[in-house]
């Protein structure tokens, strides 16, 4: 029998190590196929390029400016598809899966029928100026080059980085090293870094005191639903009026007027469901938790799919405002390109934050710090809080940084307040002192680094494509 019982854990552990085996190999598997329908998806868009412009004599410039936008395209997707919809995963207010495919969507209606607004905007203002010539579309295409595999990189280390200072790194960097220093705005690059330092601290601070008041005056009150029917009509209704706000000004370049006239109408909408779901969802769950989730839910998906929009008509310029200043600086076909580069651009964002935005979607939705309903909703306020005041003034923001930034205010709000518990109680060991932080310091670390070295990062990436190139 002992044998036998012996011969039963030998078994076990063989086919423990099949399953782990198998597990492994499918998942390298699903890794093979993401990355082979990403790499069909360039050689796509090249050969399209390749046989709508095929007797042009800048063909071949053409032709690369198109694969690496494509390229570019899809890691913007893969990296920044965390910003809108990490909180609404990480509160369970929606699917991993579906929430890639209708955030993807929204992507792609963003850059088609909103980016040639933003993309004008950037052109006319950085772009577009530059000196026509052949060097010129070779710093653009070592700019884009180097700040898709920047992208790319960051988000294989799990790092939300911000795409736009990773492409204006790349292209002072290509542009220091093929016309000298003078050829960088530095006072748009100092503007650039306040906006870097400010925004985050700004976004945690606002979510931290949403938390707070949500703690004082909702979850520590007697009647909750009393409390809950008194404050979250109005904190909904706000939700509503700023991400209108960021949609109808920021993403659809509205004047101020009909964009203030829209945000009043939908925040009058979201009071009016706030105030109807409380009573309903406090009476049908068991947990006043399970219904603060219920009645959160729906703002929240709204809130990922209005960002995935406004990210998509505002990353898209990213992508086809350099790739017009390639073709610009070599002669080559901007206007036919114009009609279906926001596709292009569309389609490489959605594409790349379907087949590989899971990580930072798990990192900014759950791994930094845990997010529950009301804590997603206090990112999502601070998130468009900040983008829609840092635009406001003329500060540029990475709305990356941003929502990071309030994942993180939350969760030290959180460490904060668990230690003032435990003032007047025992002193804990060390040991347990560390694992009481709520906030994962080696995430942290991680995303910090990423931070700091974006811009210097993705412009030596560049000045390195530059000189190969040139």
């Known amino acids: 029998m002992a044998n036998s019982n012996n011969d039963f ?3 076990d552990k063989d086919l423990s190590r099949v399953s782990n085996a198998e597990s492994a190999s499918v998942q390298l598997g699903q890794s093979m196929i993401r990355l082979g329908i990403a790499v069909l998806f360039i050689a796509l868009a090249a050969l399209i390029s390749f046989g709508a412009f095929g007797g042009h004599p800048g063909l071949g410039i053409i032709v690369a400016g198109v694969a690496v936008s494509a390229y570019l395209a899809l890691s913007i997707g893969a990296n920044d598809v965390s910003n809108s919809l990490g909180p609404a995963v990480g509160a369970g207010a929606i699917g991993m899966t579906s929430g890639l495919v209708l955030v993807g969507v929204m992507q792609v209606a963003g850059a088609v029928f909103a980016g040639g607004e933003v993309t004008n905007r950037l052109g006319d203002g950085i772009v577009i100026p530059m000196i026509h010539g052949e060097t010129s579309g070779r710093m653009m295409l070592a700019a884009l080059l180097a700040a ?3 992208i790319s990189l960051a988000t294989w280390a799990s790092a939300p980085v911000s795409t736009t200072h990773s492409i ?3 292209i002072a960097g290509a542009g220091i090293t093929l ?3 003078q050829a960088v705005n530095w006072p748009s690059m100092a503007m650039i870094a306040t906006g870097w330092v400010l925004s985050p601290l700004l976004s945690g601070l606002i979510a931290a005191l949403l938390l707070a008041f949500f703690r004082k005056r909702i979850y ?12 979250l009509p109005w904190l909904i209704g706000m939700l509503g009026v700023l991400f209108t706000l960021n949609l109808f000004k920021l993403a659809l370049g509205f004047a101020a007027l009909p964009s203030m006239l829209a945000a009043l109408g939908v925040g009058a909408l979201g009071w009016w469901y706030a105030g109807t779901a409380i009573d309903r969802q406090f009476a049908r769950e068991q947990s006043p938790r399970a219904a603060m989730k219920a009645i959160f839910a729906l703002p929240l998906v709204i809130s990922a799919l209005a960002m995935g929009f406004a990210h998509g008509s505002n990353d898209a310029a990213n992508v086809i405002a350099p790739l017009s200043a390639v073709l610009l600086a070599s002669d080559g076909p901007v206007d036919s ?6 596709l292009l651009a569309g389609l490489g964002i959605a594409g790349g934050a379907m087949l590989f935005g899971r990580r930072l979607v ?3 939705g759950s791994r930094i710090t845990r997010l529950n309903a009301s804590r997603a909703f206090c990112v999502s306020v601070a998130t468009a809080a900040t983008v829609i005041g840092a635009s406001s003034i003329g500060l540029p923001v990475s709305t990356t940084h941003v929502a990071v930034g309030g994942v993180f205010g939350v969760g030290f709000y959180r460490e904060w307040e668990d230690r003032r518990a435990q003032r007047d109680r025992a002193p804990l060991p060390d040991e347990e002192h560390k694992r009481r932080h709520l906030v994962r310091r080696s995430h942290m670390r991680t995303i910090f680094g990423a931070w700091l070295v974006t811009v210097p990062a993705s412009a ?3 000045a390195g494509c530059a000189w190969l190139i040139a």
Do not use: C, F, N
Request: charged letters at 20%; hydrophobic letters at 55%; zero cysteines.
């Open 9 to 11: 854990r030998i078994l």
């Open 148 to 150: 898709a595999t920047w």
């Open 168 to 170: 204006v790194g790349a």
């Open 179 to 181: 016309y000298g220093w």
């Open 220 to 231: 520590e009150q007697q009647d909750r639903q009393k409390a809950a029917r008194r404050w």
């Open 337 to 342: 390109i114009a009609a279906w580069s926001p």
């Open 362 to 364: 798990h990192m900014v």
């Open 460 to 462: 030596l990436l560049a």
